[in-house]
């Protein structure tokens, strides 16, 4: 073979792995789904979505009003309205429900139990919503780190499950 031919041979083999590794062309969408995040103030909204992004935890302060995070994972993308929880925003969060394909609810599971029986209206009523009532919900009782957390086992869960419960009949 001439030196000639085998110049063209590797002028063409450069040509095919430039091809392959550089001109796929953008990678394939991933599905995106708009969640809401709600629960009091304190509960560890912020604190979760900041963990899920790779974010530093330090230095997080309460939301007030809403903020809007994307969270990637390898095979979708979830936008998520996290919506502040404290006692003057919560009667705006249903104004943010709209377009919402699910609901994470954060339950400080250390927390008092004035605030306890605010958080299981609060999660009631929004699964009586309109907008909500027929969405998947994830009820994530954070805090079990602390030594007040309740646990799986106690009494924490009862009233909620059955308020759940009757309003699924």
């Not at 953008?26 to 909204?45: F, M, N, Q």
């Not at 909500?132 to 009820?139: D, H, S, V, W």
């Not at 009494?155 to 419960?165: G, T």
Request: aromatic letters at 8%; hydrophobic letters at 40%.
């Amino acid at each position: 073979m001439s030196d000639l031919r085998i110049t063209e041979a590797f002028l063409y083999m450069d040509y095919l792995c430039f091809r392959a590794l550089c001109c796929k062309g953008p990678p394939p969408a991933r599905p995106e789904y708009d969640l809401v995040c709600i629960g009091l103030t304190g509960s560890g909204k912020t604190s979760l979505l900041s963990k899920l992004c790779s974010e530093s935890p330090e230095n997080v302060v309460s939301t007030t009003g809403f903020s809007i995070k994307a969270v990637p994972f390898q095979n979708a993308i979830l936008n998520v309205k996290e919506l502040g929880g404290a006692d003057n925003i919560r009667k705006y969060w249903s104004r943010y429900y709209q377009g919402s394909q699910g609901v994470i609810f954060v339950l400080d599971s250390a927390s008092s139990e004035d605030d306890l029986e605010a958080a299981r209206n609060e999660l009631h009523s929004a699964l009586q919503h309109p907008q909500l009532c027929t969405l998947p919900f994830l009820i994530l009782a954070n805090h079990q780190d602390k030594p007040a957390a309740r646990s799986v086992q106690e009494d924490i869960f009862s009233p909620l499950l059955q308020k759940i419960a009757c309003f699924l009949k």
